[in-house]
């Protein structure tokens, strides 16, 4: 690991001015579960971390009937696995939690660095100077590409790693980023960028700019949620697929729904055709099997990740029907 | 780069220690205070070798940068020792031959601490669940679990 000067900024303010123009120079230090592991490999050299955690009143988790949840950047992964109301009212956001990577890792590891982290593609974390790195070419195109997208690729195929960010995405969540001296929302929708519009980046933060907080509506009561992860190990292993899934019930059909998958595109992949056609649907095993004919059309797997596909599909029919049963 | 001072207090003893700020927390436990107990092992935090508990909490010590440590209450596999008598933990470890190669064990030791700490008798799957981050390549995971579990059931968790 390249040595740094390390700051401990007191104010938001004071940590934003800490960020040069390039991310390469200065970066954002959170619980540090990632970026250790990309600064011991070389990956990231920056001169000048800034540790996010000396900031004070980011790490609470608030919930309020009507209102919704609140979870302050810094909170940690197994505070919020473990969170009673979190658990009772957004079970998508507890079940992702608790399988994310280890207990050591969720100890440690926060929120927003979980929806910061950087790929795992082996080309990426390996001695490639490849496309994210700067250089010219996507090695996993013409090399070993089982677990990389099959949807929005390209120039890059990397799959996004959080699995917060899926159950995030399908609650329609709102985070705050502090930018310039002011915060602003932006919607999870419109935070992680596809390798078409930045290659060199997952998501739009730019030097500076600092995730404050993630805020979710209010879920009414016939509103059920969960996510489920293929993953070949149950421990400290990445979504091979994950499903999250947000759906309202109006007695024997479905109201409306929100379906997002993990572990297929550069970004959570919001399922529209899917989300789009529960409405009003019965959710038959005869009915969702029609409905799967449409999921990921447009996707165009790489030589090794077809299998993606049916398992995709298979994960969100099983999770839709658990939770409409 | 300029080196921090930063304060530990590592099993109930105080430590003030200068540090580069691309240290890590293992690295100050084995290379500053001696304390080689806990073990060095894949370095990205998949191995759990490295397991110390750091506010209460099971933490994979290779992923601490040593500033972020700064001020915390630290317990490393040596500071389960009472009086010069092994922790139930350590002697059931024994009496089960839950120690093959050895190498897995201070972190396995740690995991199984904070466990019964939070929680009594646990389930065995609760059990499996807290050491989830700690891999045994021997694969003697069975006598592990076999040996927490007898722990817990006697209710000799601190």
């Not at chain 1, 230090?29 to 990956?43: E, P, R, S, V």
């Not at chain 2, 590592?10 to 690295?27: H, Q």
């Not at chain 2, 009472?82 to 740690?110: I, K, W």
Request: charged share 20%; proline share 4%.
């Amino acid at each position: 690991m390249n040595n740094f000067t390390y700051f401990q900024p007191k104010t938001l303010q004071e940590a934003g001015e800490m960020f040069g123009k390039s991310w390469h120079e200065t970066t954002a230090l959170a619980g540090g579960t990632d970026l250790l592991g990309l600064m011991k490999d070389d990956i990231e050299a920056p001169r000048n971390v800034v540790n996010l955690k000396s900031l004070p009143g980011l790490n609470r988790i608030s919930y309020q009937p009507g209102k919704g949840l609140k979870i302050g950047a810094l909170t940690s992964i197994a505070k919020i696995a473990s969170h009673s109301d979190i658990n009772k009212r957004y079970p998508v956001l507890a079940q992702a939690a608790k399988q994310v990577a280890s207990p050591q890792l969720r100890n440690v590891g926060t929120i927003g660095g979980n929806i910061c982290q950087r790929p795992r593609c082996w080309y990426f974390r390996g001695d490639f100077h490849c496309l994210r790195k700067g250089g010219d070419i996507c090695y996993a195109v013409d090399g070993k590409n089982k677990y990389h997208c099959v949807i929005g690729g390209g120039p890059c195929f990397i799959v996004h790693p959080s699995d917060m960010a899926v159950a995030l995405l399908a609650l329609d969540a709102k985070l705050t980023v502090y930018s310039g001296g002011k915060n602003k929302t932006v919607a999870i929708g419109d935070f992680f960028v596809l390798p078409e519009k930045n290659v060199r980046r997952e998501n739009i933060l730019l030097p500076g700019e600092i995730v404050v907080d993630i805020r979710i509506q209010e879920l009414n009561n016939n509103t059920k949620s969960g996510y489920v992860k293929f993953a070949e190990r149950g421990v400290w292993d990445f979504a091979v697929v994950s499903v999250a899934a947000v759906i309202q019930k109006n007695g024997n059909a479905l109201k409306k729904g929100r379906v997002v998958l993990g572990g297929v595109a550069p970004a959570p992949w919001f399922e529209k055709k899917i989300s789009k056609k529960l409405s009003g649907l019965i959710p038959s095993e005869k009915n969702l099997d029609e409905i799967m004919k449409t999921a990921l059309v447009d996707a165009e797997p790489l030589a090794m990740n077809e299998y993606k596909l049916p398992l995709a599909k298979n994960l969100m029919k099983r999770l839709i029907g658990e939770l409409t049963a | 780069m300029k080196t921090i001072k930063i304060q530990l207090l590592v099993n109930n003893n105080e430590y003030e220690v200068s540090v580069s700020p691309n240290e890590t927390l293992l690295d100050i436990l084995r290379e500053r205070l001696g304390l080689t107990g806990t073990k060095r092992g894949c370095e990205i935090g998949e191995c759990g070798a490295c397991t110390v508990v750091m506010n209460g909490e099971a933490v994979n010590s290779c992923l601490i940068l040593a500033p972020q440590a700064d001020g915390s209450k630290i317990m490393t596999v040596e500071g389960l020792m009472r009086n010069g008598e092994y922790h139930p933990l350590q002697q059931s470890f024994l009496n089960h031959d839950a120690v093959h190669c050895g190498f897995c064990t201070p972190g396995m030791l740690m995991s199984a601490y904070v466990l019964l700490q939070q929680k009594q008798n646990p389930t065995e799957t609760g059990i499996k669940q807290a050491i989830a981050g700690n891999l045994c390549r021997c694969t003697g995971y069975q006598q592990i679990v076999e040996a927490i579990g007898d722990v817990g059931k006697k209710g000799e968790t601190d």
